[in-house]
């Protein structure tokens, strides 16, 4: 006779064996731990990701955000662009190193114009500096690519698919000239998205500098930033920039997140991250020089981030591609034409008031009734399409967010992301509250009316939440 001791046992082991099985279901069926979501790219377009990475320390923030976003954008290719663009790829490198996502092969792209063709900050020799130079030139140089802007052009043409994507968060020297040297490479990236200008006015896009002001990507290479903007050459289908009046910094509970997972080793993605923004910081610090001195001075990589410029850029891919998204937390408005001042193209000196070089303008005549609280207003330096060099093509830009809830659940999103924890363990629910009702979900229906459920169903095993079905019942025609 069997005792009861054996029966348990038989019944606890049939049960285990139950649940490894129902686990393997699951897990084909795309049920994942959260390192293997990352690296799900069911819906994702190819993206090459082109960054200045170094001087300035949303880069860091921006890498660490893009590889742990691989559920909607599948990232192919990291190219640098830059005043110094082949320790730009090592920095870059290196950071894929430390994540564990050497995987993702890497290039050095095109420098920037000389110091003459340029605006702002970036027109003065040495003033921007590299902070992260020395930490990205210690060791043993990793494999990148010597001429990446060919390796780019190469994996595009051979990939056979015309719906690449293109992110550039630096200057935009290096898509230019990918544009030039290999046109039926270009002719297939069908979305360019650009951290880059400055349209509004009445705010402080840096510390203690008025908006408007010559934005430091465009203020690298203005004539490349009207390059891609030129339907007489540009090959995109659709471009997208994302200016200084939607950057903040991330604080509070959700840079928490980020500390947490990279201290805990919960996400090695996380960990690089930090471990850059603390290097930067240390040197930043210790260099009165550096342009980014007051800034590193100012935040503290134990609780702050600084303002998350080219992040923002990242957060606009997310939000295009991700179908079942909420309603769009940006605020997105289309501009016949744009234009960026160079310091050389005979143009400025036509303008009224003219403004310096980088500055970004407005087709004359264009108006909004309405304004975010990130754009007090637009700005007044305008041009007149007919008169310019470039023959300008639509544009869609990014000038703030649709409500302070909006925003919030932004930068949520992207520190979580950033922390490895967004989609699976995530706390927070990016469907802010809009209206009379929660975006992406059904507004709670008045108490008068009763739950209801589908005719003719029964359970005959019900769980200790569950304890019954509701009665109320309708009938529907199924087909």
Known sequence: MISIQSKIAAIALLLSLKYVQATSVRQ?????PIQQMKKKKAKAPPVIYDTDYGPFVDDVFALGLIIN?????????IISTGEKPAISAQCAAKHLDLADRSDIPVGIGASFPEHSLRGGVCAIPGLVGFALEEKCNAGTPLPVDEDGIGAVAKMIVES????WWYIAVGGQSTVKKLIQEYPEAAAKISTLIAMAGNWCVNFQPYPNVDAPTDETNVSCDPAASNFVVDRNVSPFQKVYFVPVEVAYKIGGKDYSKIVEAAKSGSDVGASATLDFYKDWSAAGRGNENLLIHPEAVKHDPDTESTPMFDPCAIMLAIELIDDEA????LTLIDIEAVHFVEADDGFQNNLPNSPRSA??????GFSLDKFPDQCPNMTSHTFDPEVTPEAEMP????????NQAAKDSFYAEMAERIAGIFGGKSSFSKCYVAGDGLRNSLATPPRSLPFIATANVSVDILSNQCPMLAAE???YDKS
């Open 28 to 32: 084909s069926k795309g049920v994942q």
């Open 69 to 77: 976003s691989g559920d909607l954008l599948d990232l192919k290719y």
């Open 160 to 163: 056979g698919r015309d719906d």
């Open 326 to 329: 909420c309603e769009n937390r």
């Open 359 to 364: 500055f970004s303008l407005l087709p004359t």
């Open 395 to 402: 544009v869609t830009v990014a000038i703030g967010f649709e």
């Open 473 to 475: 019942s309708f009938l």
